[in-house]
C-alpha cells in the first residue's frame, strides 16, 4: 500500500514569504505527526495529530508556524514570514493511533527540504 | 527528559561483516519502547526494529538485530552479514509513555559499507 506522502519534495522560498508543506498520512492512520531535520539541531518534533486535533503542540518553534489537518487525513504545515533558520528538512509521520502504547510504529514520508535565501 | 546518545558518528563495514551502532538513552519512565530507523540518501526514514521495557527477549527482524541491555540503558543495533544497501544514517529513537507521544532522536551514525 501506498506511504506516507510529502509533497513539495523541495521548496525554495525568499525569506519573509509563507510556505505550506503537505503531508497525506497512510490509509487509515489517525496518529499524524511533523518533525524537523537540520544539520545543527538534528530531529525535532513539531506538532502531533490524533484525528482532527493537535493535543500536542509543544514543539513549534514559534507562532509564526502553524498547522492543520482535516478529514482525519491531509495535513498543512505553513510557516508564515519564513527566516532563514527555518531552512531544513520536514518530515511528517503517521501511526496506525496515538495514545500511551508505546509501540506506536510512525511511519515517515520523504520529507520536504525547505531553503529560505 | 529523555534523552538519546549515539556516540558513533560515522562507521565503516566490509560488506559480508556484522556491525553494532551504539545507542544509550536516559529516561525515569518505566514504560518506554525503542526504535531505529534507517535513512538512506533518498531522506525517508525507514522503520527497521522495535523493543520494549518489558520484553524479556531481545528483538530481531531478519538481518537486524537488537541488543537490549536494560540496567545499563543501552539498545545497540546489530546488523549481521553487512550489504552494500545499509550504507546510510541510523537513528536510534525513543518513546517514553509519559512524554506524550512524540520520538526522541539520537545524532545518528553514518554507516558506509566497502565491497
Not at chain 1, 502553524?66 to 519564513?82: D, K
Not at chain 2, 540503558?73 to 552479514?81: M, Y
Request: positive net charge; aromatic residues 10%; contains cysteine.
Amino acid at each position: 500500500g501506498a506511504g506516507v506522502s510529502q509533497s513539495p519534495s523541495n521548496k525554495v522560498t525568499e525569506k519573509g514569504k509563507d510556505v505550506e508543506l503537505r503531508c497525506d498520512p497512510i490509509s487509515g492512520h489517525t496518529a499524524l505527526y511533523w518533525y524537523r531535520q537540520s544539520l545543527g539541531q538534528g530531529l525535532e518534533f513539531l506538532i502531533y495529530f490524533q484525528g482532527n486535533s493537535a493535543p500536542d503542540k509543544s514543539g513549534l518553534p514559534s507562532d509564526r508556524f502553524s498547522a492543520e489537518r482535516t478529514g482525519g487525513s491531509v495535513s498543512t504545515l505553513t510557516i508564515q514570514r519564513t527566516q532563514q533558520e527555518d531552512s531544513a528538512v520536514y518530515l511528517c509521520a503517521s501511526s496506525i493511533r496515538g495514545g500511551t502504547v508505546a509501540k506506536n510504529i510512525q511511519y515517515f514520508g520523504a520529507g520536504t527540504r525547505l531553503s529560505v535565501l | 527528559a529523555q534523552k538519546i546518545t549515539q556516540t558513533q558518528p560515522g562507521m565503516f563495514v566490509q560488506e559480508k561483516e556484522a556491525v553494532t551502532l551504539d545507542c544509550t538513552y536516559d529516561t525515569s519512565d518505566p514504560s518506554y519502547g525503542l526504535f531505529w530507523y534507517k535513512q538512506p540518501s533518498s531522506g525517508e526514514m525507514i522503520f527497521l526494529i522495535y523493543q520494549g521495557s518489558y520484553d524479556q527477549q531481545n528483538a530481531t527482524e531478519g538481518r537486524y538485530s537488537l541488543n537490549f541491555q536494560k540496567a545499563r540503558k543501552s539498545a545497540n543495533l546489530v546488523i549481521s552479514a553487512s550489504q552494500l544497501g545499509d550504507s546510510a544514517m541510523y537513528f536510534c529513537a525513543m518513546r517514553a509513555n509519559n512524554a506524550g507521544n512524540m520520538l526522541t532522536f539520537g545524532g545518528g551514525t553514518r554507516l558506509m559499507v566497502k565491497p
